[in-house]
């Protein structure tokens, strides 16, 4: 069942989103929760006390935490929800790339545009349950969703695949490129080739400069200088596409 989060302080248009999600959800016939918050710190508050919601619909103007300032809030702690944000100008794009928002609607929320992104971001969560890697170990075969890798990483003749929660996976030795163990990811737009040997996940990218790169959860990792330009360039392009959604 899905957990949906609305966040708007103001009441008539909060009942109107709300109202057509419901709608949305008795036509498509999908199972979900859904709550209703009129400020930043509620949500942040249930989110800490509840646990994570999947999809998070926020106003980007609202007194006391502004919806820019509530993503952040609430990247740090959760790292996959999928952000909508509500907004009369589509001048914060930039800003958004700090929460990696998955889209904004502009206001007044119109029923056609809002089941649209409803259908791409219904089929974005239940792609990433499923979307998964089989990855031969020494000792066994180990299933890594996508969702849970950070980047991979050729080290001697072994694939490592570094995952969110710190921990890792290495490959029995490969008989074949690193190219080929990882193509599988690389026919998901979230993963780029940084190249020969290492792979990330854009949608977990925070930062890029000039060294490396910035992963969710604050991990930095340092890269060749000639891999970072091309690396940058990749991860707006997949943001400024409408990364997430795919």
Known sequence: MLRIA????????????SGLVNDYLSTRGIAARMRLFDRGQALVDAVAGEGPFDLYILDIVMPEMSGIELGRALRGS???GLVVYLTSSPDFALESYQVRAFHYLLKPVRQQELFAMLDEAVGRLHRSIEASLQVRTRGSTVRIRFDDLLYAELQGRIARYNLRD????????????????????LQDERFVLCGASFLVNLYHIEMVDRAGMRLAGGRYVALPKASCSALR??????WLEGGGKA
């Open 233 to 238: 360039a990749a991860w707006s392009d997949y």
């Open 6 to 17: 609305i966040c708007e302080d103001e009441a008539a248009q909060r009942q109107q989103v």
């Open 166 to 185: 710190g921990s890792f996976v290495e490959s029995m030795t490969l008989s074949g490129s690193f190219r080929e163990a990882v193509a599988p990811l």
């Open 78 to 80: 959760d790292q996959n």
